[in-house]
């Protein structure tokens, strides 16, 4: 069974519109992180939250918002999409600790039109 | 701030013969170093961890030993797979920020044919 659930699998959007990615874990994890993966730029890390707070953004545009709403949940709202963000999103979670492995979910791809 | 450089771009091999994929890392801290696997549509996945300086580590056949005098953490393997296509990620993790999580290299696309 999938201990990290990102939903959807596939999203196809409208440029300019807003979208909602979904992340739940079930690993009992403390942190949790977004990475994007395109052709330009593989595995980028996007944000990390510990215990429901931001822990690092890394991502320059303020059109991506993580929202935590429980402590195994970190979603992604992607607002005035255009089409460079067209990528596959990747929730991931661990431990907490430094040095600790970091698990990933199946990514959700994206592609705006 | 933490960086990992590796192999570029596309390796392509014959299936039994080795492979190695350089990883090199650059870090102020003490830190642990990781391989990650990406086959095609798929998630990411551990293959190799190591924050032991001369150690050899192994897991599926491939193997990595970090070496802290060169800041190298290089992953070899002795007879490629046709499984073994996919994307190979080296990264590293500080022991004392966790906040990053993983700083990933570029990657690395291996293709291996019969």
């Known amino acids: 069974d999938p201990k990290i659930i990102q939903k959807p699998k596939y999203l196809v959007a409208v440029t300019g519109s807003e979208k909602i990615l979904i992340c739940e874990q079930y690993?009992?994890?403390?942190?949790m992180y977004w990475y994007r993966q395109s052709a330009k730029k593989p595995l980028e890390f996007m944000f990390s939250?510990?215990?429901?707070?931001?822990?690092d953004n890394q991502t320059a545009s303020s059109r991506f918002q993580p929202q935590s709403s429980k402590k195994n949940h970190l979603d992604l709202q992607i607002t005035a999409l255009k089409p460079d963000d067209s990528a596959t999103y990747f929730c991931?979670?661990?431990?907490?600790?430094?040095?600790?492995?970091?698990?990933f979910g199946k990514g959700t791809r994206l592609t705006v039109v | 701030g933490d960086s990992v450089t590796q192999t570029e771009g596309l390796v392509t091999l014959t299936e039994g013969l080795p492979v190695m994929l350089n990883c090199t890392y650059q870090?102020?801290?003490?830190?642990?170093l990781f391989w990650y696997v990406q086959h095609l549509n798929e998630a990411p996945k551990l293959l190799l961890k190591?924050?032991?300086?001369?150690k050899r580590t192994e897991h599926q056949g491939f193997h990595a030993t970090l070496h802290k005098s060169s800041s190298s953490f290089h992953l070899q393997k002795s007879s490629a797979q046709l499984s073994d296509s996919a994307l190979y990620y080296c990264?590293?993790?500080?022991?004392?920020?966790?906040?990053?999580?993983?700083?990933f290299g570029l990657g690395t696309r291996v293709s291996v044919f019969p």
């Open positions: 870090t102020a801290y003490s830190t642990f």
């Open positions: 190591s924050s032991t300086d001369n």
């Open positions: 690993l009992g994890h403390n942190a």
């Open positions: 991931a979670s661990s431990p907490g600790q430094g040095g600790t492995e970091v698990f």
């Open positions: 990264a590293l993790s500080d022991w004392g920020n966790y906040a990053q999580g993983l700083t």
């Open positions: 939250y510990s215990y429901q707070k931001l822990m």
